[in-house]
């Protein structure tokens, strides 16, 4: 069974750092594209970041350039999501998600729908407040 499970959300305060997990089981992660997204109450699910399996390269939103960084480690079956200097604007449920293939777009990599029939995990919650 294939199954990705995210952790390392939280309460943390603006200014902050967090570092997000999406742990993989069942399948090898590596062979996947895999991106970030969050989704705050009442807002469409949006796409933060992607790490293209073909070769490794990763893709960000606007929104979060120069903030964010994901990465990958094969040998835990893992890929990162760290984020820092937090703003209260990033309060949302982070997604991965994970499908087999290569896009070698930023759009499509970053695209929710380009996941519609990849794997995804139950979310992290992210709180960001004084």
């Known amino acids: 069974q294939l199954q990705l499970v995210e952790s390392g959300g939280g309460l943390v305060q603006p200014g902050g750092s967090l570092r997000l997990s999406c742990a993989a089981s069942?399948?090898?992660?590596?062979?996947?594209?895999v991106a970030w997204f969050r989704q705050a109450p009442g807002k469409e699910r949006e796409g933060l970041s992607c790490?293209?399996?073909?070769?490794?390269?990763?893709y960000y939103a606007d929104s979060v350039k120069g903030r964010f960084t994901i990465s990958r480690d094969n040998a835990k079956n893992t890929v990162y999501l760290q984020i820092n200097s937090l703003k209260p604007e990033d309060t949302a449920v982070y997604y991965c998600?994970?499908?087999?293939?290569?896009?070698?777009?930023?759009?499509?990599?970053?695209?929710?729908?380009?996941?519609?029939?990849?794997?995804w995990g139950q979310g992290t919650q992210v709180t960001v407040s004084s």
């Open positions: 069942g399948f090898t992660l590596e062979d996947y594209t």
């Open positions: 998600a994970a499908v087999r293939g290569t896009f070698l777009s930023r759009r499509l990599c970053m695209s929710p729908r380009s996941f519609f029939a990849g794997s």
């Open positions: 790490i293209d399996s073909s070769d490794g390269s990763t």
